[in-house]
């Protein structure tokens, strides 16, 4: 068996441990992304702001809403991700000399696929995760776990609900496609020096997300809004409508609703992940030689 499955199991536990870690910051960057009216006193007015009020009025789970299917979903997104990426990059580095890394061309190639793939397998999870954070589109206290929920949104708009917000996610490929290139590119050029360690994996990982993030954030308020459960009168028909309608009610800092937070969060995961998969794979390899899908002799070496 190839590398490609330890890879997937590395990238989904990595995925579990980060998002473990962040989610209180994935939940408050939500609610400011969805949030359109800042004028009412319950509306949350920072990072900081919304941190306290969810913690006033829900207590310390209101940090934590949809952390099931988040912890789910971003294990079935590495793991499908990193399966679909390293495949190709397989098939790259085999078509040139031995030893030769994927070109940056290349490596956004393999990012889009891998991307494309991820979105159209995972949307459904993320959009029930984001009903689940924000708390918009549920019907009480009963139906908050994925499965009722998920249930629910089929009955009320069928199976087209749960692809909601699916083109803006597939033009949100490029921000994996940025982040995966920024962090081979900088590897291969510090591995030239040197070998490296678990820090690297970390700050590369932080300074990759950094970049993918703030050219792409727009893109992700956009994403949200069409996940979440919004009233006719609200309901974005395109991506363009939605650039315009927020432009038009509330100004360009509308597209950057809730950044300071998801940076925080996006860097801090994307950190941690890379660290936790480069942890993980050799125990991930591990597992598979035990089990029997690979064999014990080129247990050692990393793809």
Not at 43 to 61: H, Q, S
Not at 154 to 168: P, T
Not at 261 to 275: G, N, P, Y
Request: with cysteine.
């Amino acid at each position: 068996m190839s590398d490609n499955v330890a890879h997937a199991l590395s990238g989904a536990g990595g995925g579990i441990v980060s998002m473990a870690l962040t989610y209180p910051l994935v939940s408050i960057s939500s609610r400011l992304q969805v949030q359109k009216n800042d004028d009412s006193k319950d509306a949350y007015k920072n990072t900081a702001d919304a941190f306290f009020k969810i913690l006033a009025k829900e207590g310390p789970k209101g940090l934590y809403a949809g952390l099931s299917s988040g912890v789910f979903g971003i294990a079935i997104t590495n793991g499908i991700y990193y399966y679909c990426y390293e495949a190709v990059k397989a098939v790259f580095e085999k078509a040139k000399a031995q030893g030769k890394p994927m070109s940056t061309g290349e490596s956004m190639l393999a990012g889009a696929l891998a991307g494309c793939a991820v979105v159209l397998a995972t949307n459904p999870i993320w959009t029930i995760n984001t009903r689940l954070t924000v708390r918009k589109g549920i019907d009480g206290e009963a139906k908050l776990n994925m499965f009722t929920v998920g249930r629910s949104i089929v009955e009320k708009e069928g199976v087209a609900g749960l692809y909601a917000g699916v083109k803006a996610a597939l033009i949100l490929v490029i921000n994996p496609i940025i982040q995966y290139t920024v962090f081979e590119q900088l590897k291969n050029k510090v591995s030239k020096s040197r070998a490296l360690s678990n820090f690297d994996f970390f700050l590369l990982g932080a300074i990759s997300k950094l970049c993918a993030t703030g050219i792409t954030y727009p893109y992700l308020v956009i994403k949200s809004r069409m996940q979440s459960a919004q009233g006719d009168d609200e309901k974005y028909p395109s991506i363009w409508e939605g650039f315009k309608k927020i432009i038009a009610t509330e100004g360009v800092k509308g597209l950057y609703k809730g950044i300071s937070s998801k940076i925080v969060q996006s860097v801090l995961t994307a950190a941690f992940l890379f660290m936790a998969k480069e942890i993980l794979f050799d125990w991930a390899v591990w597992i598979l030689v035990v089990a029997g899908a690979r064999k014990a002799r080129v247990a050692a070496g990393k793809a």
